[in-house]
């Protein structure tokens, strides 16, 4: 299983030819299960995917070789897949769930490809793929369309679900931060200078969770946080940020701390849904 993300892109990184960069003609035969044709280089291959997410996402990015300036969400995939078969719009109360496939790859001859390409009715999407590896260990591919698509500019995340520790995601202003069921440890160093807007933790074993600090001038960087099962400690006051208005945990949850409304840090009380531990100053539970 694969998680990922996609967002557009605002502005590329200065030296965007020293990344490893292949070019990509690819077509589609079949919408469900998606099959695809594609050559990559001189690489033919034809990739069987089940989406088992409800929709495709894009996102506003601007990318550097840090991951900087990865945004908010803008609009559903509609844009992008102008010859593709992700279609539709995205249901309400679902914009900012990652887009999650489970994919099987063939080898093609070239001689197969050039047959197969030929059903695709010249559909074809043409792109140039750059790997520029982010900080936290994660690889961003991003892809410049060409053709019809000229000017079109993509980058892709993949979370995996195996996930235990999040760390390096320094200055990245991510809008959503969605992470898998086996999170053990969110340091308060994972998103130095900018936190994320809004912040999944889908589940932990014996998961903790602390705030990193916040450089940017919104006195209130988390919007809404929910951390799953297997999540145990949530401390928003490690770098002493405003606590988000929303959060929502599972039962395992057993220790949530928050910094105190001050003359500095002024802010209104939090609201904790689920089974939350009783409440420390400035946080309701119910």
Partial sequence: MEIERKYLVKSLPDDLDAYPHVDIEQGYLCTSPTLRIRRAGDAYWLTV?????SHCLLRSASLTSEGEGMGVPIQNCEEENR????QGEVPEGRRGAPIQNREEEFAL???RFAHLRNKCDGQLVRKTRY???????????????????RGLLLV??????????VNGFYNTAIGIADFGTKIASIG?????GHNPTHLVVRGGCDGIYESSSERGDDKR???????????VKANFAANRI?????????????????????AKMAYDSSTVHGDAPYPSKGLVAS
Avoid: W
Wanted: charged share 20%; net charge negative; aromatic share 8%.
């Fill in 49 to 53: 995917k089940e989406n088992r997410s």
């Fill in 83 to 86: 010859s593709s078969p992700c």
């Fill in 109 to 111: 001859s070239p001689d």
């Fill in 131 to 149: 790997r520029i590896p982010l900080d936290c260990g994660l690889t961003a591919e991003l892809d410049i369309f060409h053709g019809p698509h």
């Fill in 156 to 165: 892709e995340v993949e979370f995996p679900d195996s996930l235990q520790t």
């Fill in 188 to 192: 308060k160093n994972a998103f130095s």
């Fill in 221 to 231: 960087p988390i919007k809404a946080a929910y951390f799953g099962e297997g999540m």
């Fill in 242 to 262: 405003m606590p988000p208005s929303l959060v929502v945990v599972g039962s395992t949850m057993r220790d949530i701390a928050f910094a105190p409304s001050s």
